[in-house]
């Protein structure tokens, strides 16, 4: 049981951490943020010596450079390197929820990994709640970092999959639900929530002021004063309209009502806030180049706290521009796929989210292999996601990196409905090809 897992791993730690300093090293993405906040937090409660390392992804050259003397704690990251990570004299130690490469876990490895835990146990946790219970065992004083559990699940789009242990998190975390449309922020006027909406795209709307009004006077809702009212401010008629209003544009009804759920307000720096603009800002700062700034301000920091908005305005203008860029370049489309090939025209660091804003669009059916590419230097970031909130494709986006990267060399990671690589420039054509000729053969057997 995940109980036990976690009091397992949370004794450990506590023994072989007494009296040594601690080197934590955590993914960038909202959810490795939230992670290392929590874990930060709990660390200084406990008067831990330990320094803090935020990588944009795990590669040997990163492990070559750990301090020799120092407890290695990883979150939200580890369990692809397994095999790098056993060969470092360290005692180590992982919190994580991505696939293990290797189900044998080396001597020197402690994981807490939901992947290890028996089918009848299993629970699809993210790192920041996993983080969470491992705080809370620690001391059950550390709820009050419960909201930063949310935040990360929120950040890792698991918010819908409520579980035994993710609904006790949310009990304890005293977040208010209200039900309604899924654009965020809903604590803003409405025209900017929806001017900036990625999740949904909505055609005619998203990136377009004009676009916006026009469906806001087409759903009867009107500025109150000199300024629209937030989403969470609307009431049932004028939410229904709203709803009404978006379906139109969205190409299938079905699409649209799978952005109807749960808004989770929670209190940050004594308001409340939208858990998935909070998540946004924190991811902005990272893809933007700034993952300290977002950890700070999720430790409490005000100053970092103004400087992660307007980071996060400059990520908005780079992420509508992207899809601008997307809508009017060539893209090479298959029957069940579309390979986007970006260059250096959008950052690498945001092409993991374009790929995700496009697989919760309309743009394409359900089931549609999603593969976004840009240059970072000599390499390049792919991303891979699968169309559709609901998709039965047994493909496993992972597996297919893996095999193409088998051939390529690179690095990959992730899940089997969201995966990513890097590889060499010099791979580029190569990798196009043989990622084409995998998904065409695919077709053919199916």
Not at 110 to 127: F, G, T, V
């Amino acid at each position: 049981m995940i109980e036990k897992a976690v009091k397992d791993f949370t004794k450990k730690l506590l023994e072989k951490t007494n009296n040594k300093k601690i080197h934590l090293v955590s993914h960038f993405d909202t959810d490795g943020i939230t992670s290392a906040a929590i874990i930060t937090k709990t660390l200084q409660k406990l008067s831990k010596k330990f320094s803090v390392k935020i990588l944009k992804q795990l590669e040997d050259k990163d492990i070559n450079s750990f301090p020799k003397e120092d407890i290695l704690l990883l979150l939200d990251l580890g369990s692809g390197s397994l095999e790098s990570l056993s060969k470092l004299k360290n005692q180590i130690f992982i919190i994580d929820h991505h696939e293990i490469s290797n189900k044998m876990i080396p001597k020197n490895i402690k994981i807490l990994n939901i992947h290890l835990l028996k089918e009848k146990d299993y629970e699809n946790l993210c790192s920041a709640e996993l983080s969470y219970l491992v705080s809370k065992e620690i001391s059950n004083e550390n709820k009050n970092l419960s909201y930063l559990a949310i935040a990360g699940m929120v950040g890792d789009t698991m918010e819908r999959n409520i579980t035994k242990t993710r609904d006790k998190i949310i009990k304890q975390a005293n977040v208010k639900i209200k039900r309604g449309l899924l654009i965020y922020p809903s604590t803003r006027p409405l025209n900017k929530a929806l001017e900036y909406s990625s999740k949904p795209f909505i055609p005619g709307v998203t990136g377009n002021s004009e676009g916006t009004y026009e469906l806001l006077s087409e759903a009867g809702i009107e500025k109150v004063g000199k300024v629209y009212k937030s989403l969470i401010d609307l009431n049932k008629e004028e939410m229904k309209n709203l709803v009404t209003s978006v379906m139109i544009r969205l190409s299938s009804e079905e699409k649209a009502s799978e952005y109807i759920g749960n808004l989770y307000l929670i209190k940050f720096f004594n308001k409340i806030e939208d858990a998935r603009e909070l998540s946004a800002i924190i991811n902005a700062c990272s893809r933007m180049g700034h993952p300290e700034i977002s950890l700070m301000m999720c430790l409490g920091n005000s100053n970092a706290r103004k400087k992660a908005e307007r980071i996060y305005v400059k990520y908005r203008q780079h992420i509508i521009s992207g899809l601008r860029y997307i809508d009017q370049n060539h893209k090479i489309e298959g029957r069940e796929y579309v390979i986007i090939n970006a260059k250096d025209n959008i950052k690498d660091t945001i092409i993991g989210t374009m790929a995700s804003i496009l697989s919760f669009s309309s743009v394409y059916k359900e089931g549609t292999i999603i593969i976004t590419m840009a240059y970072n230097e000599d390499k390049i970031k792919v991303s891979t996601r699968m169309a559709g909130r609901k998709s039965k494709s047994n493909r496993n986006l992972k597996n297919l990196l893996d095999s193409i990267i088998n051939v390529t060399g690179g690095i990959s990671g992730g899940h089997q409905n969201a995966a990513g690589c890097t590889i060499d420039k010099k791979q580029e054509e190569e990798f196009i090809n043989l990622i084409k000729k995998k998904l065409d053969v695919e077709l053919v057997k199916v």
